[in-house]
Structure formats: C-alpha cells, structure tokens
C-alpha cells in the first residue's frame, strides 16, 4: 500500500509541474496548425543545396509532430516537389523538438536543456540532409506537384483550440500517459545515484540508452519527464541529451517507412546522422557545459512542484485537473467511442463493384489525424473521387465519386507511405 502511495504521490506531483506548460504547447501547436502556411512551405525545400536543408529543418524544429505524425508530412513534401535532402532534414529535425516539447523541458529540467535541444535537432536535421543530398540525391529535381497537405485548415479560433486541445492531444494522449507512469514508476523503483553506481562511465551509458532508445517509440513531450527520473537517479546530462534526441526521432515503424520510401540508403544516412549528433552532443554537454545548469532544475523539481515553482499552486492544480479531463476525453474518443456508434444498417454495405458512388478500402499505417488529414486530402483529389473518409479505428476509408480508379488509389496511397490493402 505504501508503494502505490508513492507512486500516486510522485505521479501527481509529475502532472502538477508539467500540466500548466503542456497547456500552453498545445496552444501555441493549435496556433501553428490554423497559421502555417504550408503551400508556401515547397517553394523553399525544392532545390537539393544547403539552403533547403536549413529551411526544412527551421520549419520542422516548431512543428507539434511526433516521429509517427511526421512521417506522412515529410513524404508529403518529398512527392509535392522538396528535395530528398530536405526531406530528410524534416524527418530528423521535426520530431526531436516541437513548441509542447520545449515548455516542458523549460518546466523540468531547465532553461539549458531547453536552449540546447532545438539546436540539436537543428544539427541533426542539417547533417542527414546534407548527407543525403550529396550521396544519395535525386537523378532529377522532383517537380511533383501532389495536393498533399493542401487542405485548408479550419483558421477559426474554434478550429485551432479543436485541434490543439482535441485532435492533436489524441495523437499523443497514450504516449503522454506512458511516460508520466514510466518516469513516476522509475522513481520509486530505481536506487538513488542507480548510474554512478552500477555503470561508472558515461561514454557506455550513452551507447547504451542510444541502444534502447532507437527502436522504441517516445514522443518528444512524453520523453521529458522520463529524462528527468533517470537523471535524478544518476543519469548524466549527456545520456539524457542522448535519449532525449534519438528516441523520440526513430522507432521501428518509422525506420521501415523511410527505407521503403527513400531507399535504405536513405535510411542509413537518416540514423547515421540521428546517432552521430545525439552522441557528438551528449559528450559536448558532459564534458564542457557545468553540470549545475541540469542538476540545479532537479533538484528544484526533486523537492516537489509547489515548493519551488513560480506558477501559483492553485494554477498547478487547476491545469492538472483540466489537463487530466482532456486526456480522458482524448482516449475515450480514441479508443472507447467506437464501440457505442450505431451499426451499419443491413443491405447497406457497400459493394465491390468501382462503378458503384461509394466505397470503403483498407489503408494500413494510419497512425493519427496527421495521417488521416494527409490521406483524406491526398485521395480526395484524385479524379473521380469526391470525398475521402478514413476511420483510424477500423483502417477504414470510404470513399464518395463517380468512376473510383483504385489503382490510382492505390497508387496515391502509397506513394504517401502507406500500405493499400484492397476493398474492405
């Protein structure tokens, strides 16, 4: 009883410290999504030189998306006209930092780490597109001119905080869970001074979070507070630079994706650099940068939210709360909403025959709403088809048109990065 106690304890006070900055991300991510102008953003990412590099790195350091979300927007670049090299810089550079991600590495672990992180990703997104543009570039300027990401987003204050507050925290609800259990559970399970006691030095301590952090999906703001545990715990701060820029920029699934899209090439260019720079500035921050600009902020946080904050407790206490029913709210529609809508009316159903107005495919891969806007308006484009639907639940798509080509659905769909898998 006494550890459950405990773990609640060191939960709540997680959620207390981080729920008003988290808040804040979310809105500044909502405004990006209604302001951004992403028409505008191919004119600057299609020429394969070092200036494209820079561009897609600068716009994706900002961007609330995780390395699930990304995935279908960079591929969208890449088929609406940006080079290869830019688009790889966006993949690298996009998840490992976004506008959430950096209030609540400001709320935890301090000013430094949220400075440096940026400038990580920065790095890490140039070196993979400048890599890429010179040993793996494109025969030919890719002059696509693809609808991806042409949507009109909803610019209404309404459609901004839906998205902020709803579709975007559905995204990362589960993943944002995660990691506030993980970290609570990593501080009352792990000894105090764990690292310096049973692994001593910190170059194997490094290789060995890059390991396990690789292949594991952790979204950039569900990393932090886990960054944060294992640092009060004995981590150094360069191990931590290290899990904090690797794992939330790869998994497994996206490794997969990229090889299949760009080739393994690619692939091994886009890990290389991922690698290569978490581990060039993990040694750099342990061995040049004073240890009291990361362990000050612990062991501020480490003696609770309330005693140490600038945030007033009612505030800490009032985002909490509204933070905790927004997350519900997120998984109950993810994942709990489907199983009360009505059933589909018998004689309905839709046929196989492609001459018929409606239809419903199978689209494997779809992760998010990212995903989802990213099919939608991509198939809704094609000739033929006057509306896309997808239900992520289901992997469904229904689609409305007269004379629905499924090659060229096929075809679309996967050009995104998706897998197509017939009619349902």
Not at 50 to 63: F, Q
Not at 254 to 261: D, L, P, R
Not at 273 to 282: E, K
Request: one cysteine or more; glycine letters at 8%; a negative charge.
């Amino acid at each position: 009883m006494n550890y459950i106690l405990q773990y609640l304890d060191a939960l709540a006070n997680l959620t207390m410290e981080m729920a008003p900055y988290l808040l804040l991300g979310f809105l500044f991510a909502g405004i990006l999504y209604g302001w951004f102008p992403k028409k505008k953003v191919y004119k600057y990412l299609g020429k394969p030189n070092s200036a494209s590099v820079i561009n897609a790195a600068l716009i994706g350091i900002p961007l609330p998306l995780c390395s699930c979300g990304v995935i279908p927007t960079g591929i969208s670049f890449y088929n609406s006209g940006a080079s290869k090299g830019s688009s790889v810089s966006f993949l690298i550079s996009t998840p490992q930092t976004g506008v959430d991600s950096a209030m609540v590495t400001y709320s935890l672990l301090g000013l430094p780490m949220a400075i440096i992180k940026p400038i990580i990703a920065l790095f890490t997104g140039f070196l993979g597109g400048f890599l890429t543009n010179k040993f793996d570039r494109d025969h030919e300027l890719n002059d696509n001119m693809a609808n991806a990401e042409n949507g009109a987003a909803d610019r209404s204050l309404k459609g901004m905080l839906r998205y902020a507050f709803v579709e975007f925290l559905e995204d990362i609800a589960k993943w944002l869970v995660l990691g506030l259990a993980l970290a609570a559970l990593i501080e009352i399970l792990v000894p105090e001074s764990f690292f310096t006691s049973y692994l001593g030095n910190e170059y194997l301590e490094m290789l060995l979070i890059m390991v396990a952090a690789i292949p594991l999906y952790v979204c950039a703001t569900g990393s932090v507070p886990i960054a944060a545990i294992l640092m009060l715990k004995g981590l150094s701060p360069g191990a931590a630079i290290v899990f904090l820029m690797a794992g939330p920029a790869t998994n497994a699934a996206t490794m997969t994706v990229i090889g299949n899209v760009f080739g393994r090439r690619t692939l091994v260019l886009y890990l290389s650099s991922i690698i290569a720079g978490a581990y060039m500035f993990g040694i750099m921050v342990n061995e040049f940068l004073p240890r009291e600009w990361f362990l000050n902020p612990l062991a501020q946080f480490h003696a609770g939210p309330h005693e140490h904050g600038f945030l007033p407790h009612w505030l800490e206490i009032g985002s909490s709360l509204l933070l905790v029913g927004l997350i519900l709210y997120a998984l109950y529609n993810k994942y709990i909403a489907k199983y009360f809508k009505k059933p589909d009316i018998p004689g309905m159903e839709f046929t196989m025959d492609t001459s018929m107005k409606n239809m419903e495919v199978i689209v494997k891969g779809m992760t998010c709403n990212h995903c989802k806007a990213n099919v939608e308006n991509n198939v809704t484009a094609l000739e033929g088809i006057d509306s896309a639907e997808v239900d992520l639940s289901t992997e469904k798509v229904t689609l409305q048109g007269n004379n629905i080509n499924l090659d060229d659905v096929k075809a679309k769909v996967e050009s995104l990065g998706y897998k197509f898998a017939g009619e349902a």
